[in-house]
């Protein structure tokens, strides 16, 4: 599926899907990996996302494609319809087929695939094709077929390792009873194991214990809302969160969220891949054993608590400074969507509504700008608020000419032209609608 991004979306339109969505793996379903099998799958991150890319097989066809990596999903292969129809991953009566996953150095074979969320997919590919190297995200990795493997996370290198476990018998194979620290800083403890998820064992900064899931499908460490809130501290600083001698928040800045998962120590949160970047953690099942081992100089990121603060605030005007102050910041995209969200439910005043359409549209890529700007009006179309989806017309046009997607700044003209239309403008609604016959059927 290596494409040009203007024909990327288009290709995937033309594979004819299969509804069919397969039951989850039973745990006894599969072997262990054999002995000494495994290797390396070559991950980035991409949008905060780990992703890896690799061919997918059957005996009809061959596929090369982009795949989440997400080991607290709780399926084994999702793929998207179409592209599970181009490998013909069922039968014409709906019976599935394996499936192989070919990696640089070794290969694992699926008995069948699930569908997944693929309009979150199609987005994805949407807005990455060109970071995927054009080609389209189309399914995800998750805990079915990770959890059959000794896992090795080493995100800040770009990889994450897959070994076959060994059995070992004896006081050696016994798990850790408690937590220590090897000579090379590496920290070792016994893992828990709750309904297939990782949990790491963690204490706050009085020493209370907790624990801390693991998991790679979003890029911020989350911490329990609930928990953050009870400390007195909304916005997620709640100091000190150590795993033996390792302070993970002096790494990241916990994100703020409900966690609904429970554990007998009580819920700390989820590790994010921003953490993973910056520790290198090994998750072996069969031992129970944990190992973590910072691989980078703690370096907090002070613009994303800023954000989380004025997010806890629920502040629009400090979100507003938030922009200011951290230009091109990673997370300036969603507080300008924040914001937007903001300025709507207080009914503000149109030219601080439309301030942050401007900024949604000066924190988007720049190539992406436009293609943006057409989802917003599209968003906003459905919901009635026809002078936000003008504004963001305005502005979409303004970039139109060098957007990713040709089509995207012919397709704002006409939503624009429709909605000037229905208002009455109809010389500035002609103008547009023109300009939209000139490239769309």
């Known amino acids: 599926m290596h494409m040009q991004p203007r024909h990327l979306l288009a290709s995937l ?3 004819v899907g299969v509804a069919v969505s397969a039951p989850a793996l039973a745990q006894d379903e599969e072997p262990l990996p054999a002995p000494g099998s495994g290797g390396t799958l070559p991950v980035r ?3 905060g996302r780990l992703i890896v890319t690799c061919d997918l097989s059957t005996p009809a066809n061959r596929l090369h494609a982009n795949l989440f990596v997400e080991i607290e ?5 999702q793929l998207h319809n179409r592209a599970a129809a181009s490998l013909r991953a069922e039968s014409a009566d709906g019976t599935p087929r394996a499936i192989t996953l070919h990696f640089p150095d070794f290969t694992v074979q699926v008995p069948r695939r699930e569908l997944g969320d693929e309009e979150l997919f199609e987005e994805f590919t949407k807005y990455h094709s060109a970071e995927m190297g054009e080609n389209a995200l189309v399914g995800s990795i998750g805990v079915e077929v990770l959890r059959r493997w000794k896992v090795t996370l080493d995100v800040g290198n770009g990889a994450v390792r897959l070994d076959a476990p060994i059995e070992v018998s004896g006081p050696e194979g016994a798990p850790p009873t408690s937590v220590f ?3 090379d800083g590496t920290v070792v403890a016994p893992l828990t194991l709750i309904d297939d998820m990782v949990w790491l064992p963690v204490r706050w900064a009085n020493g209370d214990p907790g624990g801390l899931m693991l998991g790679t499908s979003v890029y911020d460490t989350r911490i329990d809302a609930r928990a953050a809130s009870g400390r007195g501290r909304p916005a ?7 795993i033996g001698g390792v302070d993970l928040h002096r790494f990241v800045a916990f994100r703020p969220e409900p966690v609904v998962q429970v554990h007998p120590d009580g819920v700390v949160g989820i590790t994010g891949v921003n953490l993973l970047e910056d520790v290198e953690l090994s998750v072996d099942r069969t031992r129970r054993e944990l190992r973590l081992r910072p691989t980078r100089e703690p370096d907090f990121p002070e613009d994303d608590l800023v954000f989380f603060r004025a997010r806890a605030d629920e502040d629009p005007e400090a979100i507003v400074a938030f922009l200011e102050a951290y230009e091109g910041a990673r997370l ?5 969507r924040l914001l937007l969200d903001y300025r709507r439910s207080d009914a503000a005043p149109m030219d601080e ?5 401007q900024w949604m549209y000066d924190t988007m890529v720049g190539d992406l700008r436009t293609t943006r700007m057409l989802d917003l009006m599209n968003e906003m179309a459905d919901a009635g608020e026809d002078d936000v989806d003008i504004a963001a017309g305005k502005l979409g046009i303004e970039a139109g000419r060098d957007d990713r997607y040709p089509n995207a700044v012919h397709s704002v003209h006409g939503r624009l032209g429709r909605t000037l239309r229905d208002q009455g403008s109809g010389d500035d ?7 939209a016959a000139f490239g769309l059927p």
């Open 73 to 77: 999903g709780r399926h084994g292969l």
């Open 429 to 435: 609604a002609w103008r547009h609608l023109l300009s």
């Open 181 to 183: 620290v090897e000579p």
């Open 353 to 357: 509504v439309q301030a942050a359409v």
């Open 332 to 336: 300036a995209r969603e507080g300008a």
């Open 13 to 15: 339109t033309l594979l």
């Open 45 to 47: 991150v991409v949008d």
């Open 236 to 242: 997620g600083d709640v100091g000190p969160i150590r």
